[in-house]
């Protein structure tokens, strides 16, 4: 009996070892990278009007992610990026109707709602998609 429970459990490891690969995160990088594929970067802005943006996606460690439209604005914090994790929540202090490379972002854990750290953002680099020809 104990060889037929060995072997089940063997069986069951490797049959889930490709869901547990499957699941992998991609590097913070690479996953911005493959986020901005197919785009271009513009010039670099120093504000945008938050009343166009319809989303944010923060990119662990790494960057914040606007959507404006077809337009990904990426922002890499002046300061604590390190603070940046994809499970927390963005609460934006603002000193106009825009958003600008001088307003904070305090970050809060999803569930706790504590606070969890803040950046200082840098410029908002455009992408576009590139059109075809």
């Known amino acids: 009996m104990r060889p037929l429970i060995t072997a089940t459990l063997t069986a069951a490891a490797l049959l889930a070892a490709p869901a547990v690969i499957a699941r992998e995160k991609l590097a913070p990088e690479a996953q911005l990278e493959k986020l901005l594929e197919g785009r271009v970067a513009g010039e670099p802005q120093k504000c945008i009007p938050l009343s166009a943006t319809n989303g944010s996606q923060i990119i662990d460690k790494t960057a914040i992610v606007y959507r404006s439209g077809s337009t990904l604005w990426v922002n890499r914090p002046r300061s604590g990026?390190?603070?940046?994790?994809?499970?927390?929540?963005?609460?934006?202090?603002?000193?106009?109707n825009q958003l600008c490379n001088i307003d904070t972002v305090e970050l809060h854990d999803r569930m706790s709602h504590m606070y969890s750290g803040f950046v200082s953002l840098g410029d908002f680099v455009p992408y576009r998609r590139v059109k075809g020809d």
């Open 81 to 96: 990026a390190e603070s940046l994790d994809d499970d927390d929540v963005l609460v934006t202090k603002l000193t106009g």
